[in-house]
């Protein structure tokens, strides 16, 4: 079935480093990809997301790229800070459904100044 | 902006109570979803509605049940509340057109069954 695999948390990092959280998935069709993101004390909210192979998603600095070819969405930021600290959420809607989102199980990212 | 706001942030009930949680959209949105979120577990879906009074279940419906009587409003029912009900309930909302399909969340409540 329909499912998304991302890595394991938590990760601590310093400010100013790389950040890279891994993401691959397995699904019906051609999905859409998204990473989601939950402040403290927040709901999701949209970070980025991908429609087609080989298509790159970015915002806030943060960026991943659609591969088909191996199944994965790796969320990744050249210069983390430490308002970037949050839950980070792979998720990929089936290109057999226009609705139902199937997500990781999110990776808890905290940034020290 | 999308708003979805959920009418409690934090909620405490007893073993056997009847629950309500609800969520309320104002983007006009055809489809809305319940979420439950637990840590090590993700988000999994439990009901879904993609018009009023049309329904869904998800991947955990089992002792839940869901009233949508208005395009805008969305309930999640807890018939009789249980222990392991305990956990983050997330309400979200999405535009039924492909182009437009994200999904929008409310804050979530957080619900504790004693």
């Known amino acids: 079935g329909d499912s998304v695999t991302q890595m394991e948390g938590p990760v601590t990092l310093s400010e100013e480093a790389f950040l890279t959280i891994n993401c691959t998935y397995t699904?019906?069709?051609?999905?859409?990809l998204f990473w989601y993101v939950q402040y403290p004390g927040e709901g999701l909210q949209l970070l980025l997301k991908?429609?087609?192979?080989?298509d790159k998603g970015s915002n806030k600095g943060f960026e991943a790229t659609y591969r088909k070819e191996t199944t994965s969405f790796h969320l990744e930021k050249g210069s983390v800070q430490v308002s970037d600290s949050a839950v980070y959420f792979c998720?990929?809607?089936?290109?057999?459904?226009?609705?139902?989102?199937?997500f990781g199980k999110g990776t808890l990212l905290t940034v020290n100044p | 902006d999308v708003k979805v706001t959920q009418s409690s942030r934090y909620l405490v009930k007893r073993t056997g109570e009847k629950v309500f949680l609800e969520c309320v959209q104002d983007?006009?949105?055809?489809?809305m979803f319940w979420y439950r979120q637990d840590p090590g577990l993700g988000l999994r879906l439990i009901y879904f509605?993609?018009?009023?009074?049309?329904?869904e279940k998800g991947d955990i419906p089992e002792g839940y049940s869901v009233s949508r009587e208005k395009k805008e409003r969305f309930s999640l029912i807890l018939e009789s509340a249980s222990t392991n009900q305990t956990s983050m309930y997330l309400c979200?909302?999405?535009?039924?057109?492909?182009?437009?399909?994200?999904?929008?969340f409310g804050a979530g409540t957080r619900l504790s069954v004693l």
């Open positions: 991908a429609t087609k192979a080989d």
């Open positions: 979200a909302s999405a535009s039924r057109l492909l182009a437009k399909n994200i999904q929008y």
């Open positions: 509605s993609y018009d009023v009074k049309m329904k």
């Open positions: 983007m006009d949105h055809e489809n």
């Open positions: 998720a990929h809607r089936s290109g057999g459904s226009n609705y139902k989102l199937t």
């Open positions: 699904a019906t069709g051609y999905p859409s």
